[in-house]
């Protein structure tokens, strides 16, 4: 069935109180998480209609976490999600995702030197992951803001858009206006980003860039690129921290993660375990991983 666009306009109360009450009369095991405890406890990250920036420096784990996020609702949970990947090919991005579901190393993955044992680890996660509901679009050259915008819609339509993910703000350009900076066109891709979210009703991440190098202390939003946009627009900023490799075994390190901003919440950090051979962010539940 295709999905249409709300109707706009003033709507009387009593019509809102229904959906709201509707909701919380609803079946919770519906709605979707990040799949990472401690984070759902303290924050409704996937709400509907919630823009959700998650940052850090090059090589600090981003698209990691973001793709942690989306193999859970998309493979764990059955909701659709689409990744609109503007830094790496949809190869690479599957490559990402095979290694962390099947434990067997990205290296390994991408070069093909597999022992038989992960040769079958790896058809068996391709088996199991068949036909879930993830789509990806990776073509480098589509990065305004304007395609992003009408497949995300298009897709939603046709029923196959839950949760969005966007990989990264701030490769995205918006050719069909004139800007004065370019810190003026970020905030309108960011605008538009959440109009989409509020549009859909369905919950947009977006991946942003942070400085190169983070203060060793606790970072905070102002530490984004286009720091005022993102803080503005944003109902929840999610910033990985890793100021120094802490490792919790052989394979796993420790990760901060920083609740920067949450409309419906207060501001608090959390710790993860990171995986970085299989790309993984996991709980972590008495020094170890779950």
Not at 34 to 54: F, H
Not at 207 to 213: I, L, Y
Request: with cysteine.
């Amino acid at each position: 069935m295709m999905r249409k666009l709300k109707q706009r306009g003033f709507k009387p109360l009593s019509f809102a109180l229904q959906e709201v009450l509707g909701r919380l009369d609803d079946d919770r095991s519906g709605e979707m998480t990040t799949g990472l405890t401690e984070l759902d406890l303290r924050s409704s990250v996937l709400t509907p209609g919630n823009l959700i920036v998650v940052g850090s420096p090059p090589s600090g784990g981003k698209t990691n976490f973001v793709l942690s996020i989306a193999t859970n609702v998309a493979i764990r949970q059955g909701h659709a999600v689409g990744i609109f990947s503007l830094e790496s090919t949809i190869h690479q991005t599957a490559s990402r995702i095979l290694a962390a579901e099947s434990q067997v190393t990205l290296g390994k993955v991408t070069s093909g030197q597999l022992t038989p044992k992960e040769q079958e680890a790896l058809q068996e996660t391709r088996r199991k992951i068949k036909g879930v509901p993830l789509f990806i679009d990776a073509v480098k050259q589509r990065t305004d803001i304007r395609d992003l915008l009408t497949n995300a819609e298009r897709t939603w339509e046709r029923g196959n858009l839950d949760l969005l993910i966007v990989d990264y703000i701030q490769l995205l350009h918006d050719r069909d206006q004139k800007y004065g900076s370019r810190d003026e066109e970020v905030d309108s891709i960011v605008r538009s980003l959440k109009h989409l979210a509020r549009t859909l009703e369905i919950p947009v991440i977006a991946v942003s860039q942070a400085f190169r190098q983070l203060p060793p202390e606790e970072p905070s939003a102002e530490d984004l690129e286009n720091a005022s946009s993102l803080i503005q627009h944003a109902d929840l900023i999610l910033l990985i921290h890793r100021p120094e490799v802490v490792p919790l075994s052989k394979s796993e390190d420790l990760a901060h993660l920083i609740i920067a901003k949450d409309r419906r919440g207060c501001k608090s950090a959390l710790e993860l375990v990171y995986l970085p051979e299989t790309c993984t962010f996991r709980n972590l539940i008495s020094g170890a991983s779950s």
